[in-house]
Structures are given as C-alpha cells and as structure tokens.
C-alpha cells in the first residue's frame, strides 16, 4: 500500500486541526500531535516538516514502540564502538542524522523513563552523547511527536516526565476522529472507491448504493481514515459487477461462518465465547398500543438482529451465538428481514 500523503476531508473538524498545523509549521518550536490510530498523525507530522523553513534537509520517522527499550536510546542518540555487546563499531543516532531537519517520534507515550530524561536535555541544550561516550555533541533538530494517549494523564501516573511534556507542548495538535468529521465518511469513500476501481480496470465509477452509505454512517470507526479504505477497498475488489453501485461492505475481514473462535479462559475454569457487549443495551420493545401483534413482533426482531450483528462488527457466527441460534437460525432470520450481506 502507497504512502498516502494527501489530506481528503471538508468538515470543520478537520480543516481547523490542517491550519493548525499549517500555522505552526513557520516556527521553529516542538509540536505534539495527538490522536486515534488511523487518523493521520504522520500525516500532519510531514506537513509541518514540508511548510518549515527546514523542508530542504532531513527528515527522519522513528516509530519508538517498535523499538526494544534496550535500544532505543542507541537508536536516538547513537552509540560507540564496544559501548554494549555488538557494538563493534561507532554509530550515529538519529539526532545526528537529522540535524538542521526534522525528526518525528511516534508513539511518544511508549519510551522509557530513561531514554526520556536523555530527550528533555536534547530538546532543552540541542546536545546529544552517544551511548558509552562522554562528549556531547551539538544538534539543530526540530522535534515532532505523536501519540494517542493522554500525556497529562500519564505525567499523573508517573508515567511521563512533566518536565519533557512542558518542552514538546509549544503547539499540540489534536485530530479528530473520523465519526466526528461531518460529511467527511463519504467524501473519503468515494475517493478511495475512485482510486480502487480505477487499479481494477472499471471503466466508469458507479457509486456506492443506499445500503453502504447507510453501513458507512453507522458504523463507528475505532480505526479510522486507515479502516475506511481498507473497508472500501476490500468492497470494491470484491463487487462483481462494476456497472451497479456498490452497495455490500464488510467490516471484519476474519468474518467466517469456520472461523476459530477465541475462548479465552475464565478463572473458574469455564471458557464462555467472548461476545462484545452493547453500551446501549438491548433493543427497546415498541412503545404506545400496538394495533398490529404480528408487525410489532418483527419490528421488534428485526431491530435486535440489526443491532446485534452491528455489536458483532456483522459476524454472523459470533452473533448467532450471542443470540442462542445457530448459524442456520440465524441466516434464515436476517433473510427474513431483508438483513442478510
């Protein structure tokens, strides 16, 4: 998958957190830029490198949760020869690397206390040492970070050092999520729909149908931009006729009726099948006289199945088990009622 570098989106939401960057770009001061996963924190990372006066010189990623904390400060600071095993010859950090740039840290939240303290004196004195070295050495490097935790929460937990938070928080940029950006879901659909049909060889774009902008809008999107155009790449690939809008979406691609199902264990010894739960509960019984028992009946059906089987991400099987059916009971039922994908 392409690194996808531009920025889709019209909401208000959105537009406000893109000039925010775009604002703080000029000034030559540390940014946090703070956000779910998936909802384009690099994104806003390389922007604010890009509108810098530093844009011509380097610019390094450095995801510190992928990376072991026995390394991490020899990967930020570098080290010398025979400084720990393996070390077998002298190494640059990528402070030296990226000096006169930019270097972004993601995943802020994930580093160590140690390779922490050696941040804070690299952003407040612009001097780095290398690990099993006693010279410092100068560096002019703008610092960019991310994370989707709370840092004044973690400083709270003694989890983060207050000291550092105060140096990266000149400017913090926080995204919205996508369920937040209005009108935002289908303007990026259609994007992502365009450029999908157009890796396939459809001659024209046909849209997308009732039933999937209906799902687009009612479904949460704990993963974002990202799972967006999973979601719709995945439909249009598997769409089988490129004159009709697209109008099937499936949100779980381990979705199988022969799927394993996870058991995990419970401390009595019992292993129930993990059904997620409803924070709104179950489906309200129709209110006021019902003239109609029969209609009112299927209503009544038909709303706990369509809640159910959007509580389990619309994995038959999972939802046929939290339901009490089986997996025939259950394909019959949302036939039924019109629910079936």
Request: one cysteine or more; hydrophobic letters at 40%.
């Amino acid at each position: 998958m392409e690194r996808e570098t531009q920025f889709i989106g019209q909401s208000a939401t959105f537009q406000d957190a893109v000039e925010r960057a775009s604002q703080a770009a000029a000034l030559d001061r540390p940014v946090l830029v703070i956000g779910e996963r998936g909802t384009g924190k690099e994104l806003i990372a390389e922007r604010l490198h890009r509108l810098s006066a530093r844009w011509d010189k380097p610019y390094l990623i450095m995801n510190c949760a992928a990376m072991p904390e026995t390394l991490i400060e020899s990967e930020l600071f570098g080290h010398e020869a025979g400084a720990f095993t393996g070390a077998t010859r002298s190494r640059a950090g990528r402070f030296e690397e990226a000096d006169g740039g930019t270097l972004f840290l993601d995943e802020l939240a994930t580093m160590s206390m140690g390779a922490q303290e050696r941040l804070l004196r690299a952003v407040e004195y612009g001097e780095v040492t290398r690990v099993g070295s006693s010279r410092p050495i100068r560096v002019d490097v703008r610092i960019v970070a991310a994370t989707n935790e709370h840092l004044p929460a973690l400083v709270e937990e003694n989890r983060f050092r207050a000291d550092l938070l105060d140096r990266l928080s000149f400017e913090v940029i926080t995204l919205p999520p996508l369920r937040a950006r209005e009108g935002d879901i289908e303007v990026l659909a259609t994007y992502f729909g365009q450029r999908m049909a157009a890796v396939l060889g459809w001659e024209e774009w046909p849209g997308f149908g009732p039933r999937a902008l209906a799902q687009m809008e009612g479904h949460d999107w704990p993963g974002n931009v990202r799972e967006l155009r999973n979601v719709i790449e995945r439909a249009i690939y598997r769409w089988p006729d490129p004159e009709r809008p697209v109008d099937a979406l499936s949100f779980d691609p381990f979705a199988s009726p022969w799927q394993p199902v996870h058991r995990p264990a419970a401390k009595d010894g019992a292993t129930p099948v993990a059904v997620p739960e409803s924070s709104s509960g179950p489906a309200a019984p129709p209110s006021g006289p019902v003239s109609d028992l029969r209609a009112a009946v299927d209503g009544y059906e038909r709303q706990i199945l369509a809640d159910t089987m959007a509580r389990c991400r619309y994995n038959q099987k999972v939802a046929a088990e939290a339901l009490g059916l089986s997996y025939d009971q259950i394909r019959h039922a949302l036939k039924k009622h019109g629910l079936n994908q």
